[in-house]
């Protein structure tokens, strides 16, 4: 019987003093929430942020020029330019390398267009074969045959000082910045 | 002695309170004929689960989460550590368990119209902890740090990459970063650890407190019908007329079949010994061919068959109508007949998605889509071919063989099952369709033009030509010894 007074004067919109307090310590623990969460949410997508516009992306050296046959399609290592302490081999990364004549190169990821898996390169019928489901390249990267929508991702180049170099840092996926920019390639007539 | 334990029991029973409660919970009356060897997965998977606790923590004991010693670590429970092969066995094996468990169980409530009224949110909580669970397998391959594990979040990377807009933030935000490294293992390690095992208990807690709360649910009888107003008060009154003590009426096949499960995956554990690890997580060994575990293959097999075109929106679009589809089972059918016999969609439902996701499994198994990557320079081309042949015939083999064609086709069974078997395409190709088909490609064999000389499309077409199975011809173009001989009759000329 003693707390209906106070639920009949609440009612009447004037407000007890303990439920003033009640109010207030809610209001204080939001704001103490709402202050956390700042640092929160922002230590939890810290790795979208930190690659805003290409920014994940650097020059990475592959070796000579000399060292890639004219005409041929080689297998070339790197290593990730992002790196923590922890990452092992898993920052190392390998990519195939076609020289086509001269400074003039092809470099195209090793991951499938279509989920990602490592193609293999074989030199006698020209062609890129992925083992996981059956996707095939051209020699120049596009689309052969099986599931892949597209060709190859290749990585932008530049030949400097007789050392080729890639911009890298990033798991070329379909929407991944490596993609976008070097855009789609026609597929071969 | 007896005393004593009784005084202790007593004294901390004054402080905890606890006895009659639990005692009023083993106790509560069950409808009889539910103490049914049916009625045993449930509890079977909490088992498990229990199992699964107990092992991964004994895991984590040695176990390092970093991408460079996550392997190595592994390695050593395998090799070094006193029967630490054993626990990883039996916390592989046990997932496999979980997986199939879980599975069994929800087809049964499925199947005993159990989801329906007043059980709609005990099945609710069920689909999270089937998606959990299933969550649980795909963090738990990726803790398993090798070729496959890497490879596999490659796989999950370029599905997410789909999603449109979002979809690179996405990415970062399930790597931990632009690439695959060791950050993506630590927030797989926090999931797999912390986030889902926190999620679990949680969820298993308010489920087991629900089939408290509403009671088990009966045997389902064609024609006794679920109705809203009346159910509560039929299933109190069952009870009542025909119900049992839980324990010890029901839990003794509970506690069976807990046992029989705990036996039978330490059997496996025993028998088959621990998964992996396979290679070491490197990225540039390539000479690799990435497989899910077996409770995805069925999702391999899928993204090899669908058509490019209905990949992408069966990806993104498939998983939310089938979870949105489960989630709101009971309210599209929360009354009405709960027996199997009176329900043959509910049947028919179950046997369709339980062949189709069995025929993609048993497909994922040979995976007929993959090249052969060795076959070219190991599989040998069986003699019949090239008994009696001619020199331009053998030439043709070995074209055959070295330009990779062996990868896709089949000759005499072995080879790649990608493309055709060949053992009788000249059956069905003739010569001028041959030349067509290797040079120009199509039906998704890629075109040779570029890397066949015509001396070597020559022999190719003419070794294909021999390949037909005794006593059938091979095809032949009906017009062509009319349009090669010099009496044209048409005279026609383009």
Known sequence: MATKPVLAASSNDSISRRGLFMKLGILFNGLAASVLAVPIVGFLFSSITRGRANGYLSWVPLGRVGEFPEGETRLATFRNPYVMPTDGSTADTACWVRRIAGEQFQVFAVNCAHLGCPVRWFAQSGLFMCPCHGGAYYRDGSRASGPPERGLFEYSYKVENGMIAIQAGELPTPGAAIASLTGEKTPCA | ?494
Not at chain 2, 63 to 71: D, F, K, L, N, Q
Not at chain 2, 216 to 225: A, D, L, S
Not at chain 2, 332 to 361: D, N, Q, Y
């Open chain 2, 1 to 494: 002695m007896r005393m004593m334990i009784g005084k202790i029991g007593e004294w901390f029973d004054r402080r905890l309170q606890l006895a009659a409660p639990v005692r009023e919970v083993a106790e509560h009356p069950v409808p009889r004929n539910t103490a049914s060897w049916w009625y045993v997965f449930g509890s079977a998977a909490l088992v498990v689960f229990i199992l699964q606790f107990v092992t991964g923590i004994l895991l984590a004991l040695i176990y390092v989460p970093s991408a460079g010693e996550a392997w190595s670590s592994l390695q050593a429970l395998n090799h070094d550590v006193t029967l630490g092969w054993f626990i990883r066995a039996m916390h592989g094996w046990g997932s496999n368990f979980m997986v199939a468990i879980v599975l069994i169980h929800m087809v049964q409530v499925f199947l005993f119209g159990a989801y329906k009224f007043p059980r709609e949110l005990t099945w609710i909580i069920g689909v999270f902890l089937l998606l959990m669970t299933l969550g649980m397998a795909f963090s738990g391959q990726v803790l398993r740090f090798d070729q496959d594990a890497y490879w596999g979040l490659g796989i999950g990377a370029s599905i997410a990459s789909r999603v449109p807009i979002l979809g690179p933030a996405v990415v970062k935000l399930m790597l931990g970063g632009p690439i695959i490294a060791g950050a993506t293992l630590s927030r797989f390690f926090a999931l797999h650890v912390f986030v889902i095992p926190g999620l679990l208990i949680g969820f298993v807690c308010v489920h087991l407190l629900m089939v408290l709360k509403l009671g088990i649910n009966e045997w389902p009888m064609p024609g006794r019908v679920v109705k809203r107003a009346t159910y509560i008060n039929d299933y109190h009154e069952l009870t009542k007329k025909d119900g049992a003590p839980f324990v010890p009426y029901a839990v003794w096949k509970d506690m069976f079949f807990a046992a029989f499960i705990i036996l039978a995956v330490a059997a496996c554990a025993l028998y088959f010994g621990p998964f992996g690890p396979t290679g070491r997580p490197d990225p540039t060994i390539i000479q690799t061919v990435p497989k899910p575990d077996y409770f995805f293959l069925w999702l391999y097999a899928l993204l090899s068959l669908l058509p490019p075109s209905l990949e992408t929106p069966a990806l993104l679009i498939g998983p939310v109508v089938v979870i949105a589809g489960l989630l709101l089972l009971p309210f599209l059918s929360g009354e009405g007949e709960k027996s199997w016999k009176r329900r043959p969609i509910a049947v028919l439902t179950v046997m369709l998605i339980a062949i189709t996701l069995g025929t993609f499994t048993h497909l994922a198994g040979f995976t007929p889509w993959s090249p052969h990557m060795n076959a070219w320079s190991s599989d040998p081309v069986p003699d019949r071919y090239i008994h009696e042949s001619t020199a331009l015939e053998r030439q043709g083999a070995l074209v055959f063989q070295v330009k990779q064609c062996r990868n896709c086709h089949s000759l005499g069974e072995t080879g790649g099952q990608r493309g055709p078997s060949l053992d009788s395409v000249a059956v069905r190709l003739t010569q001028d369709q041959l030349i067509r088909q290797v040079i120009q490609g199509g039906g998704n064999m890629p075109a040779y033009g570029k890397n066949l000389s015509p001396a070597e499309t020559t022999a190719l077409v003419a070794f294909l030509e021999t390949l037909h199975p005794q006593g059938q011809v091979p095809a032949r173009d009906a017009s062509r010894d009319v349009a090669l001989s010099d009496e044209n009759p048409s005279g026609a000329k383009p």
